[in-house]
């Protein structure tokens, strides 16, 4: 067992490190707020807007073919591709062994050059067979690959560059890697075209750098997430996402006052859910449970995919209070939230005694869910703007 694993299997010591690390994240977001988050000059703000005007002429094919550099197969096939697919011609990285996006476990010396490498690879295979792209789309880091491909891509290929982030708040710098770089989105900001961030403060990080980004929050898919009505909700509350932190807390309490929680994932008993199973143990769940926390954190939040494929799946949705949520559910009537553990018991039980009300929230969250948060409306927008209709 490696010594810093060791040191985890000591309680005092794992809580210890995880209260240092929880500070260092919320201290580095508040960094960055200061950094990146000024109200831009009018000479920055009119070369933003010029740039946002050349990415929209750069995208006027009937079908773009879409090249997607993606990273966690779990999450990209569970409604993101599958939407992706409907607005484009896509094909998707592989690793030379085959296996799906850039997940690979070497370190970043070696990491970087092998996925650098193997991105042109496929691409000038592909260019072999005719088949070129009009947009290389990625979830990417520069602990993963080097930034300046991306400008090489576009200069080979004209594909116009964009990177989606869902977790700017405590990657956009990212950890300082052995080549001096930083490991996280900012050292590809100047060779993308969009961005694309599901943060709005975010926003004006990257206009501060001179690249235009938009408000771009996770989704879901109602063909994969559904209601289920023929299916009995047998489950009081089903938890999916690895075990660490509060979440662990959070299950714990509520198994200890006699609520039957299901939980899969890393770390849990139940291990981790085939893709394909997690929308029937959704549907099947009077609540499910959501936590929004950022690591170690307990009071730092981000949007996660479950705040939206819950709600679609029918199902009563309880998670953490994150103030990006008001602005997309009416808190509350279609969704509910919770600020600590002894709230969340308090309302998980609630939630299980009044079962009408319960439902009623799971419709209201479902209908809101299927009109305004579809993987097909997020890419039907950006698409839109991109071609000049938007």
């Known amino acids: 067992m490696a010594f810093r694993q060791w040191l985890r299997t000591i309680g ?5 490190v995880a209260r240092i690390r929880a ?13 990146f988050g000024a109200e831009l000059g009018p000479g920055l703000a ?15 094919a009937n079908t773009p073919r879409v ?5 966690d197969e779990f999450q990209d096939r569970s409604g993101f591709l599958q939407a992706l697919s409907r607005y484009a011609d896509v094909r998707v990285f592989t690793r030379e062994d085959g296996a799906y996006g850039q997940n690979d476990p070497r370190p970043p010396e070696i990491r970087i050059p092998a996925i650098t490498a193997r991105l042109l690879a496929l691409l000038e295979s592909h260019a072999a067979e005719g088949w070129t792209p009009d947009v290389l789309m990625g979830q990417t880091w520069a602990s ?3 930034p300046d491909v991306l400008s090489v891509v576009r200069q080979r290929w004209g594909a116009l560059i964009i990177n989606i982030s869902m977790d700017d708040r405590h990657q956009f710098v990212g950890p300082k890697l052995k080549n001096g770089q930083y490991g996280g989105v900012l050292p590809l900001v100047p060779h993308l075209d969009l961005a694309l961030t599901a943060a709005p403060e975010c926003v004006r990080w990257y206009e501060s750098q001179g690249c235009p980004a938009l408000y771009f929050p996770e989704a879901s898919d109602p063909e994969i997430f559904r209601p289920m009505p023929t299916q009995p909700k047998v489950h009081d509350v089903s938890f999916v996402g690895a075990r660490y932190g509060i979440r662990e807390k959070l299950v714990t309490a509520l198994r200890g006052a006699g609520i039957d929680v299901h939980a899969y994932g890393s770390g849990w008993e139940g291990g981790r859910l085939p893709v394909d199973a997690v929308p ?6 009077r609540i499910i449970l959501g936590v929004g926390t950022i690591g170690h954190c307990d009071d730092f939040y981000a949007l996660k995919l479950r705040d939206f494929d819950a709600p679609m799946s029918g ?9 990006d949520l008001h602005g997309l559910f009416d808190v509350g009537r279609e969704i509910v939230t919770y600020r600590n553990i002894d709230d969340c018991l308090e309302k998980a039980k609630y939630l299980l005694a009044h079962e009408d009300e319960r439902e009623s929230i799971a419709r209201a969250g479902h209908a809101r869910a299927v009109g305004e948060h579809t993987w097909d409306l997020r890419f039907a927008g950006l698409f839109g703007l991109l071609k000049g209709l938007g």
Do not use: K, W
Not at 280 to 285: D, E, H, R
């Open 315 to 323: 199902s009563c949705y309880l998670t953490h209070d994150n103030t």
């Open 46 to 60: 009119a070369r933003v807007r010029h740039r946002m005007a050349e990415v929209r002429l750069a995208a006027r």
């Open 144 to 146: 993963v690959i080097d």
């Open 67 to 71: 090249f997607y550099l993606g990273t």
């Open 12 to 16: 005092p010591i794992d809580r210890t």
């Open 23 to 35: 500070r260092q994240t919320r201290a580095a977001y508040e960094d960055f707020c200061v950094r």
């Open 280 to 285: 029937a143990l959704f549907a099947q769940s």
